[in-house]
Antibody
C-alpha cells in the first residue's frame, strides 16, 4: 500500500525558503503525478503544484515564480521549495498522489501533512 | 485563479439527504468532467470521496454521490449519519492545474 510522508523544518524565517520533501513508500514513484497542497489554519485547501516522474512540473500561478518542485526517483522522493515566505505561507503542507497516471486525476493518497510556521 | 464557490455551511438531521453545491466556470467545472470531492474531519487528512464527477473509490459508502450540470457540481449524501459531520471540498481540473472550492462545513443536527 502506497504511503506518503512529508518531512522538513516546522519553522521558517520570513523571507527565507521553505523546503519540504515527500517520501513515497510501498509503491513506485514512476509514472504518476505528485502534488503539493497546503491548508492555512482554519482555512481551505490550496493546490501548489505538481511534478510528473519524468520531471515535468506545473504550479499555481498564485505563487508566481516562488515555487520549485523537483523529483529524485532513485530515492522515491519529491520536494517543494517555496521562496520568499511570509506569515501568509503558514499552513499544513500535504503531498498527494494523482489517482492514475493522468494529470487531471483526483488525489487518492495523501501524506499526513506537516505544519510549517513562518515566524521570526 | 479564484476558488470554486461552495456554501460555507450546511446542516441536516440524521437520515435526511443533503446536497452541497460547487460552482465554477466554463474554464473548470463546465469544461471538464474532472470534478472531485473530499471529506476532511477536524485534524485529519482529506479523503477522496468522488472522482470524475460521479465515481466513488473502492471503500467509499454508496450514500455519497456526485453530479454536474453546466458549471455547477453537486455532492449528495443520502441518509445522513453523525460520522458525516466534517468539512467537504470540491475540486476541478483546469489547464492551469487543480482548483479547490472554499469548503463546506456539514453539521449533523
Amino acid at each position: 500500500q502506497v504511503q506518503l510522508q512529508e518531512s522538513g523544518p516546522g519553522l521558517v524565517q520570513p523571507s527565507e525558503t521553505l523546503s519540504l520533501t515527500c517520501t513515497v513508500s510501498g509503491g513506485s514513484i514512476s509514472s504518476y503525478y505528485w502534488s503539493w497542497i497546503r491548508q492555512p489554519p482554519g482555512r481551505g485547501l490550496e493546490w501548489i503544484g505538481y511534478i510528473y516522474s519524468s520531471g515535468t512540473t506545473n504550479s499555481n500561478v498564485s505563487f508566481k515564480s516562488r515555487v520549485t518542485i523537483s523529483i529524485d526517483t532513485s530515492k522515491s522522493q519529491f520536494s517543494l521549495n517555496l521562496s520568499s515566505v511570509t506569515a501568509a505561507d503558514t499552513a499544513v503542507y500535504y503531498c498527494a498522489r494523482h489517482q492514475t497516471p493522468r494529470v487531471r486525476d483526483a488525489f487518492d493518497i495523501w501524506g499526513q501533512g506537516t505544519m510549517v510556521t513562518v515566524s521570526s | 485563479q479564484s476558488a470554486l464557490t461552495q456554501p460555507a455551511s450546511v446542516s441536516g438531521s440524521p437520515g435526511q439527504p443533503i446536497t452541497i453545491s460547487c460552482t465554477g466556470t466554463s474554464s473548470d467545472i463546465g469544461g471538464y468532467n474532472y470534478v472531485s470531492w473530499y471529506q476532511q474531519h477536524p485534524g485529519k487528512v482529506p479523503k477522496l470521496l468522488i472522482y470524475d464527477v460521479g465515481n466513488r473509490p473502492s471503500g467509499v459508502s454508496n450514500r455519497f454521490s456526485g453530479s454536474k450540470s453546466a458549471n455547477t457540481a453537486s455532492l449528495t449524501i443520502s441518509g445522513l449519519q453523525a460520522e458525516d459531520e466534517a468539512d467537504y471540498y470540491c475540486s476541478s481540473y483546469t489547464t492551469r492545474g487543480t482548483l479547490f472550492g472554499g469548503g463546506t462545513k456539514l453539521t449533523v443536527l
